[in-house]
């Protein structure tokens, strides 16, 4: 299976400007220094709190958000910097569904606009085809014809999230970008919408990057997952040696954080609790970010930061004493 | 379980809601038992009723909104039935109230000292030395370091778990003999959530409250929970101890979420519940369940299930239960 997407050092800084002149005074290190690779045809996974920087990688790679540094490779090719037409060529391959259904849809538009407007921008296909097209990808998604003269105040949020893979796939896409998929929606919307997006994956041989904050969700959709922190990835892995041998103390304090629905797991697994919250993103701490939080840390974590080294096959992680957290069971 | 031993009697509750699009029946005929230091799970989707029903045993309804009918009992007295300051009296002291969103909840101009000491002050006539006392051991208490510091500082300064520690600390000040807990870590991230589960399971024993807890997230109630009711738009259609609700669940619409509700190591489809949620001003009739329910039956389009319990603690509303 070849790579769809290669990320190479990437960095996207947020300036925040202030006093009379609004000259910068700092930046927001939203995604600082991320590597990665998404393979065609896969569910790579990307988990994290809010603030860590996924949503900010998910838009750079889309080139929503202008990249400070780095290399973004799409089907061999860098678009890190690219324009106008070729820009607009790539986005045709690339697509991306937001968190909420109730501000992604534009409220005035009928559902036939906002699904055909990506043929609008890329095609010169007639009104008639374009009507053609979206009934097709309507029904795709689980809606129909008489749909498609009425707004989006009119759907319930499942709806509404099927309206917006209507519009992110009728383009045909190779690649999308979902962006908490359905972190707005009820467990039993939530069941079948994921199960449309597994349904659609196979169909159009898609391949999807999906952000979510939620484990049990990341476990279920995803074949690679990997774990940001504070604009880092910090582990990465198959999703199997993710959830079952996770490496870094940040991943093994997430997984065993997550609420299970199973009143008999609390007492097998043993939590471990982290303190505090995650610092700023501003003033990252120094060396591992992470190690004002960590119970294992050392002073060497303090000064030197952690390079992500694959330490098993396909397993990369970035913590200094993995090796030793490891053994010791926890 | 005898009267004696129930904290909370919630019966036949009824509030509705008047709206310009017609009548909203959000609560319809809400049963619960809640007992001396149990926590119990409120579970159900958007819009199912469980913030109403909470409102509704706070005695925060507002037009709109009414309560029609039925009674809560707290502690012996009906609620539904005392006066303004009678009411008055009870909320933050017996029964108090920690909400979703706790930035919205603190008050954005007032620092967290005053806001905490403004809530003791409702109840407790104290010297200035003594308050600011309580307002710190308040704050030690929810696991806030640097409590001096953090007196004088406003909410838009606190992290979401920060202020929701501080909501924590207002809403223990008496030691509630209720404690109603509205989502309180949905806002949260996972790591913050269990710091807070944590917390709050602590305080709770040492005080030796009940909590009613509301949830979407079954993990969490799972979790914490030793009793849960599910509603469904506006009725409880299932009540247990925990295990029991994850082991033997009995009403199709409890059945249905557990398994809807991806497991760690899952693979294949999941199980979906068909249809959607109903509107409440025109509500089906019969059971509110039945378009959606696999196992609807004729009885279940013309005649509400009545509540009835199966086994002892265990409490469902389906017609596949009634008697014959």
Redesign the interface.
Known sequence: MGEILKVENLKTYFPIRSGLFFRISGYVRAVDGVNLEVKANETFGLVG??GCGKTTLGRTILRLVKPTDGRIFFEGQDITRIKGKKLREIRRTMQIIFQDPYTSLHPRKMIKDIVGEPLKIHTNMKDHEIKEKVVETLQLVGLSEEHIYRYPHEF?G?QRQRIAIARALILRPKFLVLDEPTSAL???V???I??LL?ILKQKFGLTYFLIS?D???I??MSDRVAVMYLGKIVELADKEKL?QSPLHPYTK??I???????????KRKK?L??KG??PSPVNPPSGCRFHTRCPFAKPLCEKEEPALLEVDSQHFVACHFWEEISNEKL | MSSKNTLLEVRNLKTYFYTYRGVVKALEGVNLKLGYNEIMGLVGETGSGKSVTALSIMRLINPPGKILSGEIIFDGRDLLKLSKEEMREIRGKEISMIFQEPRAALNPVMRVGDQIAEAIETHEKLKKEELKNAVIDLLKKVGLPDPDRLINQYPHELSGGMAQRVVIAMAIAFKPKLLIADEPTSSLDVTIQAQILDLLEDLVSEMGSSVLFITHNLGVAAELCNKISVMYAGTVVESCDTYTIFDDPLHPYTVGLIKAVPKMGQRGELYVIEGELPDLVNPPPGCRFQPRCPKAMEICKRTPPKTIEIKPGHVVACHLYNEG
């Open positions: 709190e809010s319930s499942g009820d467990v039993s939530q069941a079948k994921l199960n597994n904050h484990l049990s969700i476990d279920y959830f304090a997430l065993t954080s997550i609420p299970i629905p199973d009143p008999r797991a609390k939590r609790t982290l919250e995650p």
